[in-house]
């Protein structure tokens, strides 16, 4: 049985992450348009490129990290290794090259792919070996979830800091801005990815001060037979078909909140509850989702006992679906914007019960592989999930751009045209619930219920002992 202090250790990495792949997915797309200066089309092509690179890495960080070998362990010094680069990263991500004689606006363009291609890199390089320790920190497929529980409890409330936190980070430091208004937001996004970096380096390292890896692995296999028992791993398809398909589901809908706030709601709405009135903004927006995230994660474990995770995935998936469409249907008003936040709220409750049960799922699937196989490449297997991730948020991030494009969204623009408007609203609506359906059916087929890893776990014990 593992310590508290390593669950919460544990926790801290993703809380790391979840801070910095918030601000990502659902700013970055934004700040490129808005404020760094890159067209829709450009910023399209660039997420989707960088992200790509970003997904083919991660099996190629899976190789080496199965293959580390140090006092620490396998994956956990990796988290030391990479603090440091992982904050300074951030920050160059998010800082804008003056245009002028220094820098020309081709220059600008080609600082944000070198920028944003050093920052997935060493995301892979920090994230693939943490995701990894899952398989590692316990052998117990219950204390798994259990440990993914903490990881998804601990970064969804990073998420919350950092998406609650952004706009008024920014706006503190806009104030201390002599500079014009586009110049002053330039340097105030810098200045608070400045705080968030900073904070994220020091989870980071109480990450690895605080975990331990008592589960040796056996890495037998040659780096092509690593391969051909991933391919021929059937769960290992499906599990990574229902990864791709809740990134898609999220960064869709994250991807579109800053436009949809800005441009479809207005930056000035507000919420009348009777006893108070208070901003109705896109961080409120996505913080309120955040928390409720975390008491999605708290009840996958019981009802995950109850009804196997199979089971709790589809049915999870199932009601994202069904909120997401009466999301479309809400009404520009008061009692609009409160129901926004109910569904909001709704919907982020069940992607919390799913985000653990993707990386338990992917630990199970690790373990399938060592019974049928007798090795196990845990960080292949996991950073599958990751590069599931990384291609979801490639494909969402980029088509949520390319239909605001071609509906005709301008980005800041006094108004936009009623077709622009529709186009938001389809992708917090319609878009994502049939990635939820689709996400559900895939699930459908997934092999290891509860019965069969109770048979594993038996199986694994046994030749352990033998």
Same mark, same amino acid.
């Given at each position: ?10 926790g801290?990495g ?5 801070m910095?792949?918030?601000i990502?997915?659902?700013?970055l797309?934004i700040f490129?348009s808005?404020?760094?200066?890159? /067209?829709?089309?450009q910023?399209?092509?660039?997420m989707f490129v960088?992200?790509?690179?970003? %997904? ?5 960080? %899976?190789?080496?990290a199965?293959? $580390? ?12 290794w ?10 160059l *991500?998010?800082?804008t090259?003056e245009?002028?004689?220094q ?13 944003y291609?050093?920052?997935? $890199?060493?995301y892979t390089c920090?994230?693939? &070996?943490?995701a990894s320790?899952?398989g590692?920190v316990?052998?117990?497929?219950q204390e798994? $979830?259990? +440990? ?5 409890f601990?970064a969804y409330g ?11 980070l920014c706006? +503190?430091?806009?104030?201390y801005?002599?500079?014009?208004k ?16 900073t904070v994220c380096?020091?989870?980071f390292?109480s990450?690895f001060?605080l ?9 037998n296999a040659?780096? %092509?037979n690593?391969?051909k028992y991933?391919l021929r791993?059937? &769960?290992?398809?499906?599990i990574?078909?229902?990864?791709l398909?809740?990134?898609l589901?999220n960064t ?6 800053a436009?949809?706030?800005?441009y479809?709601?207005?930056e000035n709405?507000?919420i009348?509850? %009777?006893?108070?009135e208070?901003l109705?903004?896109?961080g409120l927006?996505l913080a309120v ?9 708290v009840s996958a474990v019981p009802?995950?006992?109850?009804l196997?995770k199979?089971?709790?995935f589809?049915l999870?998936a199932?009601?994202?679906a069904?909120f997401?469409?009466?999301?479309f249907y809400?009404p520009?008003?008061?009692?609009g914007?409160?129901l926004m ?9 069940? /992607?919390?019960?799913?985000?653990p049960?993707v990386w338990?799922m992917?630990?199970?699937?690790a ?9 196990s490449?845990?960080? *292949?297997i996991?950073s599958?999930?990751?590069m599931?991730?990384?291609f979801g948020g490639?494909?969402a991030?980029a088509a ?11 980005p800041?623009?006094a108004?936009? /045209?009623?077709t ?6 389809l992708?917090m609506?319609?878009?994502p ?12 087929i997934y092999? *290891?219920? $509860?019965?069969r ?14």
């Open positions: 049985m593992a310590k508290l202090s390593e669950k919460i250790g544990y801290m993703d809380m790391s992450s979840s910095f792949w918030k990502f997915s659902y700013y797309p490129y808005d404020i760094f200066g890159l /067209t829709l089309a910023t399209a092509t660039l960088t992200r790509c690179w970003d %997904g083919i890495s991660d099996p190629l960080m %899976g190789v080496i199965d293959r $580390t070998q140090t006092r620490w362990g396998k994956y956990r010094p990796y988290l030391l990479f603090a440091a680069p992982f904050a300074i990263a951030g920050i *991500l998010f800082t090259p245009v002028g004689n820098v020309d606006y081709q220059g600008r363009l080609i600082y944000a792919y070198i920028t291609i050093l920052m997935m $890199t060493v920090i994230n693939v &070996p943490y320790m899952l590692v316990t052998s117990d497929t798994k $979830t259990v +440990f993914s529980s903490y990881r998804m601990f990073g998420s919350f800091i950092a998406l609650f936190a952004w706009e008024p706006d +503190f430091f806009t104030k801005q002599p500079l014009s586009v110049e002053s937001n330039a340097d105030a996004w810098q200045g608070a990815m400045i705080v968030i970096a380096f020091l989870l390292i990450s001060l975990t331990r890896e008592h589960v040796k692995v056996k890495q040659s780096l %092509g690593d391969f991933l791993n059937l &769960p290992w398809w499906i990574t078909g229902g990864a398909c809740t990134n589901f869709v809908r994250g991807a579109t909140v436009y949809y706030f800005k479809y709601i207005g709405a507000h009348n509850l %009777g006893v108070a208070f109705f903004f896109a927006f989702g955040e928390v409720c995230n975390m008491v999605g994660v009802l995950s006992k109850r196997g199979k089971s709790t589809i999870s199932i009601a994202m069904i997401s469409i009466l999301f809400v520009m008003n008061n009692a914007f409160i936040l109910l569904f909001q709220i709704l919907i982020s409750l069940f /992607t919390g019960i799913v985000s049960l338990s992917y630990a199970d699937v373990d399938y592989s060592t019974a049928t196989n007798g090795t490449s845990t960080a *292949l996991f599958s999930g990751s599931a991730q990384k490639a494909i991030g949520v751009l390319m239909l605001f494009d071609a509906f005709g969204l301008v800041n623009a108004s936009q /045209t009623d622009a408007l529709l186009g938001m609203q992708t609506s319609y878009i619930a049939a990635i939820a359906i689709i996400m559900a059916l895939i699930i459908c092999p *290891l219920t $509860t019965h890893m109770q048979q594993i776990t038996q199986e694994l014990g046994a030749a352990s002992h033998s």
